[in-house]
Each structure stands twice: as structure tokens, then as C-alpha cells.
């Protein structure tokens, strides 16, 4: 059983437009929710995380925007720029445990 | 960067084979984990190693197994090399301590292809 789904699997967005990603999970322990951008040849890099005690967090041009009834959450990039292409990686676990699920990931192309 | 290193980068094994791969932790991180990312999916958790100690398994076979060393580095053993073990092995490491959650940051990975 998949723990944490995410879409789209692909996203073509113009300079400047808004990427957006949704993830869902189903285990209601799940306290953190994390993103990660990953570059091809590279690691993932620790975007942006959010904990369920807020509806949304912004960093910048990145906004998580959390439903803790729905079990979604989803990362907003504003004003998407070609540097912002890479895969992006939804993940959940519990507080302090270390154990993470991630989604299946989001090929982002911000088209100049 | 995130001060996790890992290596070999890239290696080939043949079917049936051993493969040992090392990674060093982010100074003052107490924690390593290490994830299995096959092409084009997420990574999946492999298990953890705290106090060098296994504190965690995910769903892989006993044939992949851990060790921590009293610098908090870690190698991931490999027996009996199967074609699907071809993917990229990420070691990530994080720290018990602080207050921090369980953020952790991941090294650049080592690419395994078993041929």
C-alpha cells in the first residue's frame, strides 16, 4: 500500500506561472511533511516541511498549504523560474522518527 | 552541500556479487538512514542506524544490512546481488538531539547497476 500518493507525474509551466504539486497520505500519525527538490546526478535537497499545527507555510516562492481532513497537502511555486526544473519529492513520517515515506515524484519543466 | 559524502558514485556488479557502500554523516548528526531509489520512483527507506544500533527497518530482505561506526559513519552491505538492485543508494543523515524534527540531508548518492 502506497503511504503517500503524489501528482501530477509531470508539470510543463511558463516562466513566471504557478507549479503546483498535491500529495495524500493515509496514516493519520504522520506529523511532518517535507519536500524535496532533486536535481538529475544529485541527492534530494530539503525545499520546504510543515507541520500540522498550520494550514500553510511559505518560504520565499515556495508555500506549502496543508488540509489536515483531507490527509492532502500540496507546494505552490510562484512566479516559476527554469532553475526551478527539477523533480520534486512529497514525503511523510512521524515527529521525531526518522522513517520516511515519499511520494513517486513531479518532473517539473519551467518552459523560458 | 550538505556535508554528507558518499561513495563509491557509480560501480557495476555482476548478479550474485557483494557490494559494500560507505557513507560519512553531516558533523554532529548522530543518525544515518539509507534509501533505495530506483529510476524514475521515490526513495524507499532501507533502514536506519542510531547509536550504531539498527533503529528501523523498512520492507528489504535480510540480505542488505547496515553497520554505524562510533564516528556516526555507516557502510550498507549488499549479499547476493539480484538485476533489481540496480538503482541509486542514498545515505542521509540527521541528528537525535536537537530540536530540529527529523529533518534529514541526503548525500549525492552512489549509483549501483547489477549486470
Known amino acids: 500500500q502506497q503511504q503517500v500518493k503524489q501528482s501530477p507525474q509531470s508539470l510543463i509551466v511558463q516562466k513566471g506561472g504557478i507549479s503546483i504539486i498535491n500529495c495524500a497520505y493515509e496514516?493519520?500519525?504522520?506529523?511532518?511533511f517535507p519536500w524535496y527538490q532533486q536535481f538529475p546526478g544529485k541527492g534530494p535537497a530539503l525545499l520546504i516541511a510543515i507541520r500540522p499545527d498550520v494550514s500553510e507555510k511559505k518560504e520565499g516562492r515556495f508555500t506549502i498549504s496543508f488540509n489536515k481532513s483531507a490527509k492532502q497537502f500540496s507546494l505552490h511555486i510562484m512566479d516559476s523560474q527554469p532553475g526551478d526544473s527539477a523533480t520534486y519529492f512529497c514525503?511523510?513520517?512521524?515527529?521525531?522518527?526518522?522513517?520516511?515515506?515519499f511520494g513517486s515524484g513531479t518532473k517539473l519543466n519551467v518552459k523560458p | 552541500e550538505t556535508g554528507v559524502t558518499q561513495s563509491p558514485t557509480h560501480l557495476i556488479k555482476t548478479r550474485g556479487q557483494q557490494v559494500t557502500l560507505r557513507c560519512s554523516s553531516q558533523?554532529?548528526?548522530?543518525?544515518v538512514s539509507w534509501y533505495q531509489q530506483a529510476l524514475g520512483q521515490g526513495p524507499q527507506f532501507i533502514f536506519q542506524y542510531y547509536r550504531e544500533e539498527e533503529n528501523g527497518r523498512g520492507n528489504f530482505p535480510p540480505r542488505f544490512s547496515g553497520l554505524q561506526f562510533p564516528n556516526y559513519s555507516s557502510e550498507l552491505n549488499v549479499n547476493a546481488l539480484e538485476l533489481d538492485d540496480s538503482a541509486l543508494y542514498l545515505c542521509?543523515?540527521?541528528?537525535?538531539?536537537?530540536?530540529?524534527?527529523?529533518?534529514?540531508?541526503f548525500g549525492e548518492g552512489s549509483w549501483l547497476t547489477v549486470v
Open positions: 542521509a543523515s540527521s541528528s537525535q538531539r536537537d530540536n530540529s524534527g527529523n529533518t534529514i540531508y
Open positions: 514525503a511523510a513520517s512521524k515527529y521525531n522518527f526518522n522513517k520516511f515515506y
Open positions: 558533523s554532529g548528526h548522530n543518525t
Open positions: 496514516n493519520t500519525a504522520f506529523d511532518y
